[in-house]
């Protein structure tokens, strides 16, 4: 599902928090809509997070499935606008902080003690999960949070305007650019990565042949082919051909819809609402290779539910937890292919899904299967962060980006020494 249509919400770094616990201070909890499940329980309650999703009845579907939960009583807080990783972390810091809320595996919640371990949970059903989806919620061997969608990224397209243009579909960033440039009118941009492009920037490492970090968590982004894509996405960026100043953010896909691009990164959420508008004239394909050594990518996002380690009611959460996300299986399968489509984590689930078993959202499905690259754990915002910056400094402005590389492999170095030692 996508982020609120009313925010520059990023489902990547997006989909990761932009602040640090440390840095959310005391700000009080605050959203819109709020409301209590209305369930038949007794005695405890409970209160999860989530953000405004963009799809409509992806509210009421979250209430509607914590009513049915009878031994508690659910309070669901729907935060709305751009905040909601800073209205979380601030809350988390409060006497009102959430018992349960969606977010993304971050290991420095997990270093503080914040998130409670649901290996017990999971354990039983372990199997039935992608184990992509555990491993990237995994440190020492314990389990932190039950994925609840995924959500795999690409670029759509328009079959007719490539006819139209005589382009094939790019399977390299060269292709791209020049797919951009002929795809280009007077009314139509040739595509739209973002309006900062930074939607695309671990693609950009994983198609270089490159990863984010080693398996042993050391930088391994600084390389000569994440450096030459850098400088083809600088000359994308100024030629001209690239949708800027767009209505909507990169997530939404009224861009693409409207006819303001040929070429749209988007996520599977997407599907829908595109073949609504646009009927049967969409296609997708991954981000394509960068360099020799490179391979196409699909960022495969989502949303994990978590339990506040810090809360009043942790067994209780655990179990609200385990009833909606583990054991109602209709109720995750309503979640993930209802409002949007997305890829139920749950293995079972994602091949029983008939929604996603032909036309557009079975290439997306074979995609993520054939490209996907998911969250390191260890990967956190401060270095997205600092991977934003090469992106503003050497895509957006003119910097040399190994110069960039090395400045933001010192900064890893730094958060790794921290979490690591």
Known sequence: MSAPSNSNFSRRTALRAALGLAAAGGLAAC?????????????????????????????????????????????????????????????????NAPDVFEFHPQIQLIKSGQVADLTDIIDPVKDD?????????????????VRMIDDPQFFFYRPSLFEKAKVEVPTTLEELIEAAAKLTTSK???AFLGSDLTPVQHNLIWSAGAETLTADNKPAFNTDAVADGLKQLRSLFTSGNLLLGAPTEWWDPSAFTQGLTAIQWCGMWAMPAMQQALGDDIGVFPFPKVGSAGKESVYNGGWSMFVNAKGKNVDAAKEYVKWLWIDQKKYQ???????????????????????????????????FNEFGHFDNIGWTQAMIAAFNDVMANSVRKDDDP????????????????????
């Open 31 to 95: 959203g819109g809509n709020n409301g209590r499940g209305g369930g038949s329980g007794s005695g405890v309650g409970l209160n999860q997070y989530f953000h405004a999703y963009g799809e409509a009845g992806v509210e009421q579907a979250v209430k509607k499935y914590a009513k049915a939960y009878d031994k508690a009583d659910v309070t669901t807080q729907w935060i709305t606008g751009s905040n909601f990783e800073q209205k979380l972390f601030a809350a988390l810091l409060t006497k």
């Open 333 to 367: 399968e309503d979640f993930a292919t209802s409002y949007g489509f997305h890829i139920p984590p749950r293995t079972s689930l994602a091949e029983s899904a008939t929604k996603l078993k032909s036309g557009l959202p079975a290439e997306g499905v074979k995609l």
């Open 402 to 421: 190994k110069a960039q590389l090395a400045a933001c492999e010192k900064k890893v170095d730094a958060e790794l020494e921290k979490l690591f030692g």
């Open 188 to 190: 139509v941009k040739g």
């Open 129 to 145: 999960f992608n184990q992509a989806d555990i491993t990237s919620h995994t440190v020492d061997g314990k389990i932190y949070g």
